[in-house]
């Protein structure tokens, strides 16, 4: 019968302790649909023609600091803010409406504890920002700023007013159709989605070149706050926002421009 010094354990022990942990290939995400997400440069859109980079983009696989976080369950991203209706003393100008729905992987997963952030103009079509200066009024009730958590089922809400649209310097005397920006992170940094969400029937969405810029004309059914519904005597626009992940349009239409 063998046996086994206390030091030789201790020694094995050590020596499983240090041993190095097998590396797991992350995972990496799902590429874009072809056609889902607008170029990087549309003519009709003004900006796209500086911002657009002239040479073919590289592509990079992921890597394990991209794919593993950060989290946003832990809440550093702060407290959610989904009433903007109450963000004051008193209450927006404006047509209240709810928007609601589902943050989905392109799979039709949910999309858990995803932070999803929210900006828009108020109901003049004025944004609460230094660099918009046109002559709509400001609200000092509405800030138009949002942010949420989603749920294990990736569902959202947010309480709001709907936005009015508002002059841009894209071409002489053109207007934005009413919009509300969306920022959806998805499961990290590196999926991030900026985007926004259109109303239908806007006379003004056939004349937006930002809205026309996708080219798949199912993906701008998505931008529309589809099936309005009826709910406590307001209008409830749901979203069935699905996430791709995507570029970051930067500060695209984040404003006048
Ligand atoms: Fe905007």
Known sequence: MLAVSGEAMHNRAEAKENAPVPMIAPLPYARTVPGAQPPYLHAAYGSTVKRAPLRPPIRLPN???EVTGPRFADGWAGANQV???RQ???APLGE???LAGHVRDQDGKPAADTLIELWQCNSSGRYTHARDQHDAPLDPNFSGAGQVLTDAQGAYRFLTIKPGAYPW???YNSWR???IHLSVFGP???TRLVTQMYFPGDPLLDLDPIFQSTADAEARALDLALRPEPQRGRVCSRLPLRHRPARTRGDAH???R
């Open 88 to 90: 004051h003393k008193g």
């Open 254 to 256: 984040g404003g006048m």
């Open 188 to 190: 990290a940094f590196a």
């Open 177 to 179: 159709p009413a919009h």
């Open 63 to 65: 890597t394990l600091s």
């Open 96 to 98: 209240r409406m709810i």
């Open 169 to 171: 310097r894209n071409t």
């Open 83 to 85: 009433d903007l209706t």
